[in-house]
């Protein structure tokens, strides 16, 4: 047995993780290293070449999952995620760009960056772990905390209405929109297996609440306990109206593949509008490109 053969036997997770940095800050019971699990699982899968794929992570607890994979990775500035995956991707067309962050972090500080990157069906894929508060910080209110859940800043009830991610995605243009919880193993590496596959924003959102803020303030439990009752509560409606998908405080949880279709990309688009109004030998590819003798 070679010497990578044995540590891949010893740690089926070793080519993809930064092993030096682990173990991780997670808390026992949190689903983010499940969900990094999964994406690994994936990139495994679909046998991708890992020079070709970056991670971008904003602030927060999933924030920190550009620092343990084992791949080209950002950790950025809060909210900040989605423009620098675009810039990336704008710049080295060929990269697979994956942001990898909080539902704080990419729909409430960066609420903004995430719209206009749908309305312009960046060639990205995000995977948002949707843990219903600011948990690093304190377990603040988030955009998508249930109304009537109780948060360090809600101390009797969150009175707000919460996004509803999917929703919100399909609502902005992206066109690939799924939602699973953490236990879904399996259904989150084909999301995003599929994701990796797709040209055009890939939002995935998976749920998994936390298990040392939000569940305490809550008396959810802890732990497995906490997940799997998110799990058992799911039922999956694949290509369910997105306007229905709102999440209720201990209500059941629809869960699926929403939406998938075709669409050109802002470089499509770009590519295109510059074919129409420079010629066709004009073409971007990070650049503008005139191979003309």
């Known amino acids: 047995m070679t010497k990578k053969a044995k540590a891949e036997a010893e740690n089926p997770q070793e080519e993809y993780l930064r092993m030096d940095r682990i173990p991780h800050i997670w808390c026992p019971g949190c689903g983010i290293g499940t969900v990094v699990t999964s994406f690994n699982e994936a990139l495994k899968k679909n046998k991708e070449d890992l020079d070709k794929v970056a991670v971008v992570s904003g602030i927060g607890c999933t924030g920190r999952v550009a620092g343990y994979v084992k791949l080209d990775s950002f950790h950025t500035t809060h909210g900040r995620a989605v423009p620098f995956a675009t810039g990336l991707k704008l710049a080295n067309p060929e990269l ?21 990157a749908a309305r312009r069906n960046m060639d990205l894929v995000i995977i948002c772990v949707n843990n219903f508060n600011y948990a690093m910080t304190g377990g603040q209110v988030a955009a998508t905390t249930p109304t009537d859940a109780n948060a360090s800043t809600a101390p009797y009830g969150n009175f707000e209405y919460p996004f509803s991610i999917p929703y919100l995605a399909d609502a902005c243009g992206a066109t690939y929109v799924a939602r699973w919880t953490a236990l879904h193993l399996r259904r989150v590496t084909k999301s995003i297996q599929e994701a990796l596959n797709h040209r055009g924003l890939s939002v995935i959102e998976v749920i998994t609440p936390c298990v040392t803020l939000y569940a305490r303030r809550n008396r959810l439990g802890d732990g497995l306990n906490l997940l799997k009752y998110y799990h058992d509560k799911s039922e999956i409606a694949h290509g369910a109206d997105t306007r229905t998908l709102g999440i209720g405080y201990q209500d059941k949880l629809i869960v699926g593949k929403f939406v998938h279709k075709e669409k050109p990309t802002f470089l499509d688009a770009m590519n295109e509008h510059l074919g129409t109004v420079l010629g066709d030998d004009y073409q971007l590819y990070g650049r503008i490109n005139n191979d003309k003798d």
Do not use: A, T, Y
């Not at 697979?96 to 206009?116: A, Q, R, T, Y």
């Open 96 to 116: 697979k760009v994956v942001v990898f962050s909080g539902d704080g972090d990419i729909f409430g500080i960066g609420g903004n960056h995430f719209i206009h």
